[in-house]
């Protein structure tokens, strides 16, 4: 079992940037691919980040040079730094981790966060 715990979510202005943060506990989540979804009201779900555990990342083209995905294991934290926000951006995010598939093309990790909200004002 893995525990996940988002945070950092909040309301900015076009333009602006957040930083989100994932709190992980529990099995040895450190070799899974860990990852960021979004899903904006009326919308899909989709996948925004992946990082796997040789630290290799992956974007969706929506946020590729605006988003950058890390992690430290020292601290049990995945983090999304997002710049150059669009409204566009606006969504709950969640965190999610899956011990054997790439996020950005599997929609049903096994675990998931509860979701922080990101607001993006015009």
């Known amino acids: 079992q893995v525990q996940l715990v988002e945070s950092g979510g909040g309301s900015v202005q076009a333009g602006g940037s957040l930083r989100l943060s994932c709190a992980a506990s529990?099995?040895?989540?450190?070799?899974?691919?860990m990852g960021w979804f979004r899903q904006a009201p009326g919308k899909e779900r989709e996948g925004v980040a992946c990082?796997?555990?040789?630290?290799?990342?992956s974007y969706a083209d929506s946020v590729k040079g605006r988003f950058t995905i890390s992690k430290d294991n020292a601290k049990n934290t995945l983090y999304l730094q997002m710049n150059s926000l669009k409204p566009e951006d606006t969504a709950m995010y969640y965190c999610?981790?899956?011990?054997?598939?790439?996020?950005?093309?599997?929609?049903?990790?096994?675990?998931w966060g509860q979701g922080t909200q990101v607001t993006v004002s015009s």
């Open positions: 990082i796997d555990s040789d630290g290799s990342t």
């Open positions: 999610a981790a899956d011990p054997s598939y790439h996020l950005l093309y599997w929609p049903s990790p096994d675990y």
């Open positions: 529990g099995d040895t989540y450190s070799t899974y691919y």
